[in-house]
């Protein structure tokens, strides 16, 4: 990895994103651009602050979390790592961000994020994980551990070139980052059978799971094969894709889970949100969002 994006905590002390960027790049010789972002609503609107004023707020802001940024870095090693700091006034952090990533090329785009079952993202959180050009790692709490473990979770249930190339995508990035992490790859997909045969009773269950298997198989092991991963480290199950990523992401103590992000449109996908959205609300692990 050469390029890192770290959106800065607004809690300053913590700063578990750029953490886990601070690992990489000392692995890998990756530079790090770490952004802070400031706002105070209605000074930009108002009608009564000249523009000196506003110019001033503006620059009062941004010294001040220079300042915490520069304190936070002086505390902790940061090696050999090159690091710039810019803060920002921007009130939408994420469209900033987006814009970055269409100006310069970045390997990954990484953002804390503490989740719980009963947690809501902010609209900025999803357009960042549904826009962005560049992978993006939502960091919750969880430390790494020694020789880790990173989960892709492929889409097999499609043969698009689009969906194709997202499977390709997403094992690419779960070697790469594996490599930068020392850790090991496993890879998942899970065959739902379809609501109607499991109503009208048209087909067993099982009999449907393993002709799934046996038709996926061939893809399986060119997958497998070309990203060189270990067949044991497949875990191919029946169920609905969230569910089924969460449990093995448990079962196998995965430090990241890398997925593909089919972003949709329509009112009701905005609503119920995909696969990865879902995955982010249940999952202990970081999650690395791939378009």
Same mark, same amino acid.
Request: proline share 3%.
């Given at each position: 990895?050469?390029?890192?994006?770290?959106?800065?905590?607004?809690?300053?002390?913590?700063?578990?994103?750029?953490? /886990?960027?601070? *690992?990489?790049?000392?692995?890998? @010789?990756? #530079?790090?651009?770490?952004? !802070?972002? $400031?706002?105070?609503?209605?000074?930009?609107?108002?009608?009564?602050?000249?523009?000196?004023?506003?110019?001033?707020?503006?620059?009062?802001?941004?010294?001040?979390?220079?300042?915490?940024?520069?304190?936070?870095?002086?505390?902790?090693?940061?090696?050999?790592?090159?690091?710039?700091?810019?803060?920002?006034?921007?009130?939408?952090?994420?469209?900033?961000?987006?814009?970055?990533?269409?100006?310069?090329?970045?390997?990954?785009?990484?953002?804390?994020?503490?989740?719980?079952?009963?947690?809501?993202?902010?609209?900025?959180?999803?357009?960042?994980?549904? /826009?962005?050009? *560049?992978?993006?790692?939502?960091? @919750?709490? #969880?430390?790494?551990?020694? !020789?880790? $473990?990173?989960?892709?979770?492929?889409?097999?249930?499609?043969?698009?070139?689009?969906?194709?190339?997202?499977?390709?995508?997403?094992?690419?990035?779960?070697?790469?980052?594996?490599?930068?992490?020392?850790?090991?790859?496993?890879?998942?997909?899970?065959?739902?059978?379809?609501?109607?045969?499991?109503?009208?009773?048209?087909?067993?269950?099982?009999?449907?799971?393993?002709?799934?298997?046996?038709?996926?198989?061939?893809?399986?092991?060119?997958?497998?094969?070309?990203?060189?991963?270990?067949?044991?480290?497949?875990?191919?199950?029946?169920?609905?894709?969230?569910?089924?990523?969460?449990?093995?992401?448990?079962?196998?103590?995965?430090?990241?889970?890398?997925?593909?992000?089919?972003?949709?449109?329509?009112?009701?996908?905005?609503?119920?949100?995909?696969?990865?959205?879902?995955?982010?609300?249940?999952?202990?692990?970081?999650?690395?969002?791939?378009?």
């Amino acid at each position: 990895m050469r390029e890192l994006l770290v959106i800065a905590d607004k809690d300053t002390t913590k700063q578990s994103a750029f953490f /886990h960027a601070l *690992e990489i790049a000392k692995n890998t @010789g990756a #530079k790090i651009e770490f952004v !802070g972002f $400031v706002h105070a609503p209605g000074v930009d609107s108002s009608e009564i602050l000249s523009h000196e004023e506003k110019r001033k707020v503006h620059h009062k802001y941004i010294d001040g979390k220079q300042a915490e940024i520069d304190s936070f870095l002086e505390g902790i090693d940061t090696g050999d790592v090159k690091i710039h700091v810019d803060v920002v006034w921007e009130k939408s952090f994420e469209r900033w961000v987006i814009a970055r990533c269409d100006q310069k090329s970045f390997d990954m785009v990484f953002k804390s994020g503490h989740r719980s079952e009963t947690f809501l993202y902010t609209p900025s959180d999803w357009q960042l994980m549904r /826009h962005c050009p *560049e992978p993006v790692m939502i960091v @919750g709490d #969880k430390e790494w551990k020694e !020789g880790g $473990v990173i989960l892709a979770a492929l889409d097999l249930g499609s043969t698009s070139q689009r969906t194709l190339d997202l499977n390709e995508d997403i094992l690419r990035q779960s070697i790469k980052l594996a490599k930068a992490t020392n850790s090991d790859v496993h890879a998942c997909y899970s065959i739902a059978v379809p609501k109607a045969l499991a109503d009208l009773d048209l087909i067993d269950p099982k009999t449907y799971e393993e002709r799934m298997k046996s038709s996926l198989d061939p893809m399986i092991r060119k997958l497998v094969d070309d990203a060189g991963l270990d067949r044991n480290h497949l875990h191919l199950v029946s169920g609905k894709p969230a569910r089924e990523i969460c449990r093995i992401s448990q079962n196998i103590d995965a430090d990241v889970v890398i997925l593909g992000n089919k972003t949709r449109t329509s009112l009701r996908g905005r609503l119920l949100g995909n696969t990865a959205e879902n995955v982010l609300h249940k999952v202990s692990a970081d999650v690395v969002v791939i378009k």
